[in-house]
């Protein structure tokens, strides 16, 4: 093939799949990341003696995965955990993109402070505040009801930090330019400022997404009813006082890890393309 004929396209391709002297050192790391999860799938397609006995056996008890979603109500737990989690991930990008917005551009008396507030709030454990928002949300009525696990998640310190970092890296004659054609604070906002906001706001979708529909610790203290389970409070379900279906357990793992995954695979590139170009100055 002559030089004429090749194209830069191609020439890009051939450089992105060049081996890296970093891939001797990124291999291993992945593989042994993944080792895990590959002990988990192998663990779900065992029989209840082969997972209770040492060491890694192959087997193919498909059925474990049927029987994990007859055996309990997974539907309604489905059902449960995407109603909260879409909830939870829809408020926090509307709340938190305002938020940022009025931290990163409006000037009001306290803003400095009220932002060091928030930073301050990234720092303190769950465990530290679980019981009192425990005691406001039975002071609203809401305890064991899905809106009690919405309620203290509807905006969160992460996303007001992420989103507002991304206003203050962008140019503000963008802005001013729409201002002097008329549009006002929201308006500028809506139509030019979140167009351009696909990634940081993917990464606050991602993050706001992974740990709602992996929580568990807060479903578990404010939710008795198993209608109310999620996914990950009802898992709990296959754990006996003496005995652990490790198979159905696994299994269910599985089966609620796979969105989750897709997901990400699908949104990484907006994840990475926010955290590897979008300063943080502050």
Known sequence: MS??????EDLTTARRWTPSPWHLVLIPLALVM?????????TSL????????????FALQFHNYVDAWTQAPFGRWLANTTIVSV???????VFCSLAGYALARMRFFGSGALFLVILATLMVPFQVVMVPTLLIVRGLGLVDTLP?????????PFGVFLLRQFFKTMPVEIEEAARIDGAGRLGTLVKVV??????????VGIMTLL?????????????????????????MTFQGAHTINWPLVMAGTVTTQI???????????WFVQSLATQGLKG
Do not use: C, Y
């Not at 909830?87 to 990008?93: D, G, K, P």
């Not at 009690?148 to 969160?156: D, G, S």
């Not at 740990?211 to 898992?235: C, H, M, R, V």
């Open 46 to 57: 065992q029989t209840l003696t082969q997972s209770r006995t040492f060491g890694l056996h």
């Open 194 to 203: 979140i167009p351009s906001m696909r990634a940081p706001l993917a990464t």
């Open 211 to 235: 740990w709602t529909w992996n929580d568990f610790l807060w479903p578990l203290i404010a939710i008795q009813s198993e209608k109310n389970f999620t996914l990950q409070l009802g898992l």
């Open 87 to 93: 909830t939870v991930v829809i408020s926090n990008l």
């Open 3 to 8: 030089e004429a004929a090749i194209r830069p």
């Open 148 to 156: 009690a696990l919405m309620a203290p998640n509807l905006v969160t």
């Open 34 to 42: 993944l080792f895990p999860f590959f002990w988990l799938v192998v």
């Open 259 to 269: 969105p989750m995954l897709v997901i990400f695979i699908v949104a990484q590139r």
